[in-house]
């Protein structure tokens, strides 16, 4: 089981999405996913379809993670069953895209100053996990405690960031972030890279803050990039998948995450080395 966190420090830079994205190349491949939506808003439970009944939100699972029995609170995706025969997954392998479902209450963790116990709560969770090959936790847009107990919890972080100049200096601190927690609490978590989401190809700053990202993260920026998704909205209003949506655009789109989701998972977060570069335009 890989445990991946999708973070960052700013917000709408399009950690949902990716987390979605991803989730839905997961369930084409038939990679048996769990997905966590750490964020109080549960923003992913709703683009995920999910139909709670009286499962157990993830914030209540945290409250008493010794007793979440998590297995008995995960809810299916709804994109399971409108998926093709077995969900669209290869013959031999059976579509399994569950949720931890969002909440509210996941709020009460959400504080600067959470202490070492509470950080293992989710990974604590997480030991019911262990029929999924992967886990995929979608976190808030911050790095107060529900993101570190993120972090805690899993084996590579990847970061999100838009190719504006505010996204990417949010994403040079939060790298310095996860240095630092990894030294403290997590010594084995890695940075998986960084999703380049919402790129023009045809904007010239968007080339500019390209190319810097990849002087300043190197091999931690991931490819493919992500385009803007002119029907993006549109799909994640009515809860689709990327890879069950029609027409072409959709279909490169899901290309993309396909790629992506391999590259992630083999990513082994080795660090580039190349020194931060001056973030100014000269
Ligand atoms: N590649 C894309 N193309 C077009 N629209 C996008 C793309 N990625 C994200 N969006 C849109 O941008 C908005 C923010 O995206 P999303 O909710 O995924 O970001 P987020 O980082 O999870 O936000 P938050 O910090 O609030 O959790 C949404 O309306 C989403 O539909
Ligand atoms: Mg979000």
Request: charged content about 20%; aromatic content about 4%.
């Amino acid at each position: 089981m890989q445990v991946v966190s999708i973070s960052s420090l700013k917000g709408g830079v399009g950690k949902t999405s990716v987390t979605t994205g991803l989730a839905s190349a997961a369930l084409a491949a038939g990679i048996p996913t769990l997905v966590v939506d750490l964020d109080p808003h549960a923003d992913a439970s709703t683009a995920l379809g999910v139909r709670p009944g009286d499962q157990l939100d993830i914030g209540r699972m945290l409250k008493s993670p010794r007793r979440a029995r998590l297995a008995e609170n995960v809810v299916p995706s709804g994109w399971v069953e409108r998926g093709s025969a077995n969900g669209g997954a290869p013959a031999g392998r059976t579509s399994v895209l569950d949720v931890a479902v969002g909440s509210a209450y996941t709020g009460i963790y959400d504080r600067p100053d959470l202490g070492r116990r509470d950080l293992r709560r989710l990974s604590a969770v997480l030991a019911g996990a262990e029929k999924y090959e992967l886990v995929l936790v979608d976190c808030p847009p911050s790095l107060n405690g529900l993101t570190r107990m993120a972090w805690s919890a899993s084996d590579k972080v990847t970061l999100v960031a838009e190719p504006g100049l505010f996204s990417v200096a949010g994403t040079e601190r939060t790298m310095r972030a996860i240095q630092l927690f990894r030294q403290e609490f997590a010594p084995n978590l890695s940075p998986a890279g960084i999703v380049a989401n919402r790129v023009r190809t045809g904007s010239a700053e968007h080339t500019f803050r390209l190319a810097e990202m990849e002087s300043m993260f190197g091999e931690l920026l991931l490819s493919p990039h992500i385009p803007e998704q002119a029907n993006w909205q549109q799909i994640q209003g009515a809860a689709h998948s990327i890879h069950h949506w029609p027409g072409d655009s959709a279909k490169n789109a899901a290309a993309l995450f396909d790629t992506l989701l391999a590259n992630l998972l083999q990513a082994d977060g080795r660090q580039s080395g190349a020194p931060v570069r001056d973030r100014v335009r000269r």
